[in-house]
């Protein structure tokens, strides 16, 4: 029987795993897939305090270094369910089944997809997630990127000074992204707004050659052959192995207070996966110190 | 794990079961794949792990129609027989590779 298991080795998991593993306790970490969560996707991390440069993928390993220097166990196992026995509770894992006295779930967030045909057919041939990986595949090309967030501002920023051009298809017309980017994006040449509008259809075989956009305001629809599509229309919890376990609200995300707790007693919430305002790397870590701390006093 | 160039790959891919990891410097989830494929590599012995660095080797990228990394494409005899793009586990993987 551990003392704390926690599910997911992003920011807040692995936050969690040291601060219960310094408070003395036994931590197992479970994680479905590789450490570091969405951060090692991030090629510079500027928002960070104290470390204004630093790479996702270094920031990832040595934190993930950190934990395993502590004693901490990592386990790459995808946990499938997880039940509640009051004293203990029971986490089944694609391999094995684990007790333990506390649980801390920091499943994080994936990426939001628009849920039309072909999408993941053409994953990787066009369609994309992620602009800083894929982005210097479409050198001189035409892309668009579907969103009207600050990653989507973001990424049409990117890409313009790559792309030879840039069509950002937002459902509104107004943006969530902060205005001085939306106003810097709106200065470049090689970038066009097409707004109150949705991706509607993907065309292509192999690789995406063009998209169908419909404004949805005069229901008109127009067809842009393009190379690549970026998708950043948000993100979506991963929390539906835990509907059973605990309270979840209508969008997915796990029904938290202040300490992280969820309506289960010995069952907490840490990042991207619960109820929060801000979903940070550092607010991430936040909630793994406060969840394995409050994991940590009960007995 | 073995080094591939556009100058060695048409070779080195010819005979039995290759699986190419196409890759970048600059990119974070193929950084993580890479000691899942290496710890893999020591466990299926029939097939020869390789890497492609795509900014060394554009031509193979878009000969391949490479336009997302990571991704893994198992030939066969030269043949590509299978893909798969993005980060994967080991798990994953082993079942990729059956």
New interface residues.
Partial sequence: MYDIIVVGAGPAGLTAAIYGARAGKSVLVLE?????GQI????KIENYPAMPHV???DF?TDLYNQVLALGVTIK?E?VLDAFDHGEYKLVKG?NNEYKTKTLILATGADNRKLGIDKEEEL????V?Y?AS??G???KNKIVAVTGGGNVAIEDANYLSNICSKVYLIHRRDTFRADDADVAELKKKDNVEFILNSNVTKLNGD??LESIEVTNKITNEVKTIPLS?LFIAVGQVPENENFRDLVNIDDRGYIIANESCETNVPGIFVAGDARTKTLRQLVTAEADGAIAATSASRIK | MIELKSSNFNDEISKGKVLVDFNATWCGPCKMMAPILEATSGEVKDIKFAGLDIDDNEDIAIKYNVMSIPTLILFVDGKEIKRSVGLISHDELIDFLK
Wanted: proline share 3%; hydrophobic share 25%; aromatic share 16%.
């Fill in positions: 479905a897939k590789s450490y570091g090692i996707n991030t090629p790479s996702g993928f990832a790459f995808k694609e994953t990787g041939h066009g994309s992620c990986c894929d210097s595949f479409f192999n690789v690549g």
